[in-house]
T-cell receptor, first 109, second 114 residues
């Protein structure tokens, strides 16, 4: 079945630095979605990428969808303490949304 | 928009007891999902309903788990009998339509089975 792998599992970042989390699917996806879950909270939708090679930005967050529609990345610049949480990618085929294991981000002030 | 509403927020029960988790999706959403989250296994899809009909229940662990959606505004996930390994956070999520719509998650139910 469809599997979505996400790395790294943990990311410890100095405030102000950049980091990237990567997502890879074993199958071609119709779209990929990204979610953020704060500690003790629930996943909250951030963005959806549909087109091959698509790039979208939300302030300091840049999302990319690979040309083959099998991988994606999230790059955060100038990390802030508000960026703390777990970032999940979720790859979709038909109705099925398969979540990666998530990247848990902690920030050193 | 009140969002997806789940109850209870926390449930502590003894092994062997029946547990019922409840979910009210966002009005107008025709897709509903139950997910389970644990440290070991991450977010797992348990069951998916479309227009109140179960479409995919392949993620339901075993016969002890059952889910219903009697109408568009209510769903339940039942575990009978519960076991300690069922301890997890259970999320309900709804979506306007599938595919290509984001999921809106409820706050979850943290279940502890002792």
């Amino acid at each position: 079945g469809q599997q979505v792998m996400q790395i790294p599992q943990y990311q410890h970042v100095q405030e102000g630095e950049d980091f990237t989390t990567y997502c890879n699917s074993s199958t071609t996806l119709s779209n990929i979605q990204w979610y953020k879950q704060r500690p003790g909270g629930h996943p909250v939708f951030l963005i959806q990428l549909v087109k091959s090679g698509e790039v979208k930005k939300q302030k300091r967050l840049t999302f990319q969808f690979g040309e083959a529609k099998k991988n994606s990345s999230l790059h955060i610049t100038a990390t802030q303490t508000t960026d703390v949480g777990t970032y999940f990618c979720a790859g979709q085929n038909d109705y099925k949304l398969s979540f990666g294991a998530g990247t848990t981000v902690t920030v050193r002030a | 928009d009140a969002g997806v509403i789940q109850s209870p927020r926390h449930e502590v029960t003894e092994m062997g007891q029946e547990v019922t988790l409840r979910c009210k999706p966002i009005s107008g959403h025709n897709s509903l999902f139950w997910y389970r989250q644990t440290m070991m296994r991450g977010l797992e899809l348990l069951i998916y309903f479309n227009n109140n009909v179960p479409i995919d229940d392949s993620g339901m662990p075993e016969d002890r788990f059952s889910a219903k959606m009697p109408n568009a505004s209510f769903s339940t996930l039942k575990i009978q009998p519960s076991e300690p390994r069922d301890s997890a956070v259970y999320f309900c999520a709804s979506s306007l339509r599938m595919p290509n719509s984001p999921l809106h998650f409820g706050n979850g139910t943290r279940l502890t089975v002792t």
